[in-house]
């Protein structure tokens, strides 16, 4: 799989610290995992004079986006209709053999981000595991 460098919106990248942790999060949550395996983005295409021409080396891509919403919804607490600050994950996940193209969006609490970014994880490693997966042919 591989894992391109998540794009965040104007103001999660003001509310990063550090910055990269939000990238370094998602990159921990495969570099793990046992089934699927992390290729490096430069190394999917390196060498190549265009690498944009050929078809990266990794079976699936993911791609994704994280940015900071305002959202309506109803207080736990009250009872009684607020907002909320929430941060949302959203992956394209790209599979080359066979053709196919998922997407998956996680949200929650921006004061839960370790916890919104495990359930994200966990959605594109389902995809991939279970709807990619079978499909793949053995290398």
């Known amino acids: ?20 942790a939000v990238a370094q999060q998602i990159h ?3 570099a793990s995992d046992p089934i699927i395996k992390l290729v ?5 295409r ?11 080396i990794a079976d699936v891509e993911v791609s994704s986006k994280v940015s900071i919403k ?3 919804g109803v207080n736990r607490q009250t009872g009684k209709p607020g ?5 949302v994950f959203e992956a394209t996940i790209t599979s080359q053999v066979p053709p196919a ?3 998956v969006s996680e949200s929650g609490n921006i004061l839960q981000n370790v916890e919104v970014s495990k359930r994200f994880a966990k959605q594109v490693k389902q995809v991939i595991v279970e709807k990619i997966g079978p499909d793949i042919p053995a290398n």
Do not use: I
């Open 101 to 103: 193209l998922y997407t």
């Open 28 to 30: 921990n949550e495969f």
């Open 70 to 72: 305002e959202v309506y």
């Open 40 to 44: 490096a983005a430069n190394q999917a």
């Open 83 to 87: 907002k909320m600050v929430a941060v």
């Open 46 to 56: 390196a060498g190549l004079k265009n690498p944009r021409a050929t078809p990266s």
């Open 1 to 20: 799989m591989s894992l391109a460098p998540p794009v965040l919106d104007g103001k999660m990248q003001q509310a990063e610290k550090p910055k990269g």
